[in-house]
């Protein structure tokens, strides 16, 4: 397997953790008495900049 094949694979993979990941946090809501919601949100935001980092280097 080529190397950017694999990267886009990890690319449909990190696109699926971002959606778990939102769904697991929105999912949460009230009941969130220990802040995780908050820490879910901003690991989120940070899997989408991943992924769109590699988006990037895919496009190259």
Known sequence: MTAR???SSVAT???EL???VAEIANGLGG????GVGPE???VE???RNAER???RVLDR
Do not use: Q, Y
């Not at 009941?31 to 220990?34: A, I």
């Open 18 to 20: 971002v959606g778990r």
């Open 5 to 7: 094949a694999e990267l």
């Open 40 to 42: 879910l949100f901003e």
């Open 13 to 15: 993979r990190l696109g």
């Open 53 to 55: 980092r590699l988006s």
């Open 31 to 34: 009941d969130d008495k220990d």
């Open 45 to 47: 935001r940070m899997l």
